[in-house]
Nanobody
Framework: QVQLAESGGGLVQPGGSLRLSCESSRPIFSISTTSWYRQAPGKQRELVASLSSGGRTNYDDSVKGRFTIGRDNAKNTVYLQMTSLKPEDTAVYYC????????????WGQGTQVTVSS
């Protein structure tokens, strides 16, 4: 069983920065695709960024150039570095891990709140 725990959320002013972390109870990031999602009240959960086991990254257009996803396999941790934050970035951010075949099992964390406001 894999457990994911997000941390690093909080309140920040527009233009500020935050670094989110996702720690896994098992060393699975090196062989998995990891993604960050976010969900604002009344809105559907959306994909923010993803990182494949091979190092390929993908970003939503709304955060491209401002957010960076990375990982430290030795620490069993995936990061989301957020800069130039905007009020519309306010949401609960979730870490997601998809294990490779044959299992193809998905795991989710409980989420961490990010609030961008003056």
């Amino acid at each position: 069983q894999v457990q994911l725990a997000e941390s690093g959320g909080g309140l920040v002013q527009p233009g500020g920065s935050l670094r989110l972390s996702c720690e896994s109870s098992r060393p699975i990031f090196s062989i998995s695709t990891t993604s960050w999602y976010r969900q604002a009240p009344g809105k559907q959960r959306e994909l923010v960024a993803s990182l494949s086991s091979g190092g390929r990254t993908n970003y939503d257009d709304s955060v491209k150039g401002r957010f960076t996803i990375g990982r430290d396999n030795a620490k069993n941790t995936v990061y989301l570095q957020m800069t130039s934050l905007k009020p519309e970035d306010t949401a609960v951010y979730y870490c997601n891990v998809d294990l490779p075949p044959p299992s193809r099992i998905a795991f989710w964390g409980q989420g961490t709140q990010v609030t961008v406001s003056s």
